[in-house]
């Protein structure tokens, strides 16, 4: 770029880190970021969670947090896409408590938790083994006015799952039909396996059956729903 006499901005470096973030290559991404003030470019807080990000999938998870620490000192406040970042770290090395912690921060830094922060928060949990306290953040969605995605119902049923709680994990499957939200395969694995690990053979073969004609049905019908 300064070949062609381009200079590049916080768009452009933003976009290099992500291009490293989704190519594995977290070290490259912080080093992009490090070169930003010399080459006068002040990182905003989608370079941010691009970097924050990188490490999350570098399981970097202590180099994640150290970047979310770094930011008010940069005077960048973080977003709802720089937490999820860095709650998504949290859950790929297991930290379920940090997660929990994160998501407790974010009213103070005056950021509304969205679907996908609370699905990586209730994802730790269930990495975790709690399934407890990931049923009590799905129950709070509603007060939140955060509606629940399969996603967010399957990393719920996942850690009913692990939690040996059959009886739960299809209760959930049939709220999401309630709420119209289409499972998918992740969310009848989770439960089929729920029920396999309960003795349920019968249950689970049954909810084998109905997972092809029952999501298209449910699909056709939120789809006319909408029209």
């Not at 070949?3 to 916080?10: D, F, K, L, Q, T």
């Not at 490259?28 to 691009?50: C, F, G, K, Q």
């Not at 709420?179 to 969310?187: F, K, L, S, Y």
């Not at 003795?199 to 699909?219: D, F, R």
Request: net charge negative.
């Amino acid at each position: 770029m300064p070949g062609a006499r381009v200079v590049p901005n916080e768009i452009t470096y933003s976009a290099a880190i992500s291009a490293c973030e989704k190519g594995g290559k977290w070290q490259l991404a912080l080093h992009l970021l490090s070169w930003m003030p010399d080459a006068r470019v002040v990182p905003n807080e989608i370079t941010y969670s691009a970097a924050i990000s990188a490490c999350e999938k570098g399981g970097q998870l202590q180099l994640a947090l150290n970047l979310l620490s770094l930011m008010p000192e940069a005077k960048v406040m973080p977003n709802e896409i720089t937490y999820s970042a860095a709650i998504s770290a949290c859950e790929k090395t297991g930290q379920w408590q940090l997660a929990l912690n994160l998501l407790s921060l974010m009213p103070e830094g005056t950021v509304v938790p969205n679907e996908i922060t609370y699905s990586a928060a209730i994802s730790a949990c269930e990495k975790g083994g709690q399934w407890q306290i990931a049923l009590n953040l799905l129950s709070l969605l509603p007060e939140a006015r955060v509606l629940p995605s399969e996603i967010t119902y399957s990393a719920v049923i996942s850690a009913c799952e692990k939690g040996g709680q059959w009886q739960l994990a299809l209760n959930l499957l049939n709220l999401m039909s309630e709420a119209r939200v289409v499972p998918d395969e992740i969310t009848y694995s989770s439960a089929i396996s729920a029920c396999e690990q309960g003795g349920q053979c019968a249950v689970a073969i049954s909810l084998l059956g109905k997972q092809s004609a029952g999501s298209l049905n449910l699909l056709v019908e939120v789809r006319q729903q909408k029209t």
